[in-house]
């Protein structure tokens, strides 16, 4: 084979056209005037045009108007005919319309005379090329663009050769030195907290196997100066055609703020604001893990101590609110002067503090409970004010078969008893504790129940004469239905009391006891001597409507208000709540008269009972109880007897069971009397019978004369 050069030029032609045909760049041969002479196989798939169409036409017309101004065309012209080669991007149109992009070379053949006689135009499509760069570009800018903009550093981890790619942002999230850890994951999880290094793991292994949609996780990274910040990791994995992943990228957000937020979110809605101790919520979650732990554990052990100030609202009431506060502030910080770090010191709220001591026994907690209340027995000062305050604390020990809340009820119920037993004291919850409150609960129910049904009645015990047991009156007495055994008064009246019911049943029992009264006087008997009595409670007492209630229940029985008499204590006697003057002469003015119950057992002081309108004197049945065994009994009798005579007094001897106290009293000079040696309470029909029953009937009294 002869060398291409030595070729006859037919072949050489021939050879040429074979290549011209092959190669992928379009070719155009023109005239200097631009008329097409040649176009090949790459021309026409790029332009459409076929070589038959193309040859004999005007190559300007072929390419139809590149997109350019006239002016760039005459310089382009001007150096092609000037024999330069030019270059550049051109935009033309197919056959179709559309227009693209080449890469042009336009070259002339200049002849001998140096005139221009041909031009080879060569042209490569670039339209799809530049499209994906155009592409690309756009779509790293707007990343950079993205990836500057945010706070956010990226990571990208290429899974099979384990390198670690870190932004320069991801870098200065954590601190100068972080750039040691690009490139190594293991490094990477080295700053990772180690409470949130297994999360992070399994997370990043979860999306890698492809059980998560996203990589998104939360933990802590270590800086260099030892503190932590919040990091949130997102991130994807690219998959290979198994699905198997090949690189997970992603960003990563420092949220510590917002993490700090919800932190005080979180203990605001946990602390109690004016102290900053735990609230409810937190101190029963703490009792729950100490519960808990109680029964995994049966060395363990565990104290609740309930701490109530005593009369705190005397506080907040006599020197306000913000003298209260700044004196719950200062409790605060002696419950805690006194308590260990690990203890749990809360504020239930109001005056209510709790403390949760763990591994303590009984005699441990009820120390700690003696050590708070000298803490707080010391005098607070609150703005300018020197003020004495006393608390009454619960002690529940930790019972593995207790609930939480069952422990805290436990030990507010001790806490109420301390309050009962006087204050400023502790008491530990046992069961007899719980049987009584218990009680006290469901009674407090039927009690509202059973006012609106008349469920009270008053019976009636007679008050009679020691000499020879003659019934000179009565003592109402509240009854709970026809069975004495459901509740004694003792435990009603106080109940009643409390819950603000006593004012109605004190009516009910009035009213039945001046039925009685005109009954008797209706009666052909002997007249009431020493009349009716009844009791009135302290709230009765002080209710500003008494005089008119019970003038109301005179008018409406009909009894003659010179036979009842009403029974107050030393300490009613003595209210501050009225003017106890006031209100006995107002019912000394409806013709009612006033007897002192349970004399000797408070602490009234003659001059302030010198002043009352006062009838009558009971002595307390106490005294008549210790009359046989005690000489002291005697010498009170003896006062309480001599002091009567001197403000002309009639004195009655309460709860008289025996003879001997019966004799023990006349030989005293006492007269009168109540007591089960001649009668219990009964219900009104039999009371008053034996009210009207000839006299040497009624008790069959051995006389004493
Ligand atoms: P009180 O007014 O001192 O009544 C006398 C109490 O002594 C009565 O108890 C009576 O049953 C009891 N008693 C009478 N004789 C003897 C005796 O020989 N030995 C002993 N050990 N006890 C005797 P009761 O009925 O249980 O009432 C207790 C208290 O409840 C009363 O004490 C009174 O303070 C109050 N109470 C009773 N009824 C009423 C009422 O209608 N209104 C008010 N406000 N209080 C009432
Ligand atoms: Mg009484
Ligand atoms: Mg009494």
């Not at 604390?393 to 119920?413: C, F, H, K, Q």
């Amino acid at each position: 084979m002869k060398p291409y050069d030595q070729l006859p030029a037919a072949e050489k032609l021939q050879w040429l056209e074979l290549v011209l045909d092959h190669v992928q760049d379009a070719i155009l041969l023109s005239d200097a005037a631009g008329s097409v002479l040649y176009v090949n196989r790459a021309w026409e798939d790029m332009t459409g045009f076929a070589f038959e169409e193309s040859v004999g036409r005007s190559a300007a017309d072929l390419i139809r108007g590149d997109h350019h101004p006239d002016t760039f065309w005459v310089s382009v012209g001007e150096r092609i005919q000037a024999g330069e080669v030019w270059q550049g991007r051109l935009v033309s149109r197919r056959r179709d319309g559309e227009p693209f992009a080449q890469w042009a070379t336009l070259i002339p053949i200049v002849d001998v005379d140096r005139s221009v006689s041909r031009i080879i135009s060569v042209r490569r499509d670039v339209s799809v090329s530049e499209r994906r760069e155009l592409a690309l570009a756009v779509s790293e800018s707007r990343y950079a663009l993205a990836a500057r903009g945010s706070n956010d550093g990226l990571w990208d981890w290429d899974l099979r050769t384990g390198a670690l790619y870190l932004s320069p942002r991801w870098l200065a999230q954590l601190d100068e030195d972080a750039v040691a850890i690009e490139g190594s994951p293991e490094a990477w999880f080295d700053r990772v907290h180690n409470d949130d290094l297994s999360d992070l793991r399994l997370a990043i292994e979860a999306h890698r196997a492809g059980t998560t949609e996203h990589l998104e996780v939360e933990y802590r990274a270590r800086c260099l100066d030892g503190s932590w910040r919040w990091m949130l990791v997102r991130g994807a994995a690219v998959r290979d055609e198994d699905g198997e992943a090949t690189r997970i990228a992603g960003s990563q957000t420092d949220i510590s703020e917002r993490k700090a937020h919800e932190v005080r979110l979180l203990h605001n809605a946990l602390h109690d604001a004016l102290t900053g101790l735990p609230n409810r919520e937190l101190f029963n979650d703490r009792l729950g893990h100490a519960v808990r732990r109680l029964r995994r554990r049966q060395d363990a052990s565990f104290a609740v101590l309930f701490v109530d100030l005593d009369r705190f609202k005397d506080v907040n009431d006599s020197i306000g609110h913000s003298a209260g506060d700044i004196l719950l502030q200062e409790v605060t910080s002696r419950l805690r002067g006194v308590v260990r770090p690990s203890d749990t010191v809360a504020r239930l709220g109001g005056d209510e503090f709790t403390v949760l001591v763990e591994d303590i026994d009984q005699a441990g907690a009820m120390h700690l409970a003696e050590r708070i209340r000298e803490a707080i027995a010391q005098p607070f000062s609150v703005q300018s004010f020197e003020l004495f305050v006393t608390a009454s604390i619960g002690v529940a020990m930790g019972d593995a078969d207790g609930s939480a809340e069952e422990l805290l009820r436990n030990a507010d119920r001790a806490m109420y008893h301390a309050k009962k037993r006087g204050r400023a004291q502790s008491v530990v919850y046992d069961v007899s504790t719980s049987g009584k409150l218990q009680r006290r609960l469901v009674l407090q129910q039927e009690l509202r129940v059973a006012l609106p049904r008349g469920e009270f009645e008053a019976w009636f015990q007679p008050i009679v004469s020691l000499l020879d047991g003659r019934v000179l009156g009565f003592e109402a007495l509240a009854r709970w239905g026809a069975n004495p055994a459901v509740a004694s008064p003792a435990e009603f009246i106080p109940l009643a009391e409390e819950l603000g019911l006593i004012v109605p049943l004190g009516e009910a029992i009035l009213e039945q006891a001046c039925v009685l009264l005109r009954r008797w006087q209706d009666s052909e008997g002997p007249p009431p001597e020493l009349g009716v009595t009844v009791n009135l409670s302290p709230r009765q007492f002080v209710d500003a409507q008494l005089v008119d209630r019970v003038a109301a229940i005179l008018e409406r029985t009909g009894a003659d208000p010179q036979y009842l008499k009403v029974e107050i204590t030393e300490s009613t006697a003595m209210t501050r709540h009225t003017n106890p003057v006031e209100v006995c002469q107002g019912l000394r003015a409806l013709g009612v008269s006033i007897a002192i119950d349970d004399f000797g057992t408070g602490y009234s002081s003659l001059s302030q009972l010198h002043r009352l309108p006062v009838q009558t004197l009971k002595i307390d049945q106490s005294f008549v109880h210790r009359l046989g065994v005690d000489h002291e009994a005697r010498a009170i009798v003896r006062t309480i007897l001599s002091l009567g005579q001197s403000l002309g007094l009639q004195v009655v001897a309460e709860g008289v069971e025996t003879q001997e106290q019966r004799h023990a009293l006349l030989e005293l000079g006492c007269l009168r009397g109540q007591g089960w040696l001649f009668g219990r309470a009964e219900p009104a029909d039999v009371a008053l019978a034996r009210a009207v029953a000839p006299a040497d009937e009624s008790f069959g009294l051995p006389s004493v004369i």
